[in-house]
């Protein structure tokens, strides 16, 4: 399995940007996809994860505090992709961005992947 992911840049503050990762490979089931962060010197954080539930229905996000209300976290479930919406990006946004993403290869199994990071710098 790989984790693709694009989408970082440069912006001004109050700006945008939307992330992407597709995953591809050996997949039976995608349990979780999300993105978490680094920044310089810092521990890497839990940014927004989307969860799959039994049914559609049961689906589940959840976001950091830091960033709830300006990001926005979406699957496209077809594509096996996971998206980050990114507005009023703040300076203290700036990181290393990665996707991650639990998948099951089989019935019995479950895996923890990671993308390349790809870097969001938010200048003031």
């Known amino acids: 399995v790989q984790l693709q992911a694009s989408g970082g840049g440069l912006v001004q503050a109050g700006g945008s940007l939307r992330l992407s990762c597709a995953a591809s490979?050996?997949?039976?089931?995608?349990?979780?996809m999300g993105w978490y962060r680094q920044a310089p010197g810092k521990q890497r954080e839990l940014v927004a994860v989307?969860?799959?539930?039994?049914?559609?229905?049961?689906?589940?996000?959840n976001y950091a505090d830091a960033v709830k209300g300006r990001f926005t976290i979406s699957r496209d479930y077809a594509k096996n992709t996971v998206y980050l919406q990114m507005n009023s990006l703040k300076p203290e946004d700036t990181a290393v961005y990665y996707c991650?993403?639990?998948?099951?290869?089989?019935?019995?199994?479950?895996?923890?992947?990671w993308g390349q990071g790809t870097l969001v710098t938010v200048s003031s």
């Open positions: 991650n993403a639990q998948i099951s290869g089989s019935p019995w199994d479950s895996n923890d992947y």
């Open positions: 490979g050996s997949i039976l089931r995608i349990n979780a």
């Open positions: 989307a969860t799959t539930g039994t049914m559609l229905s049961d689906d589940m996000t």
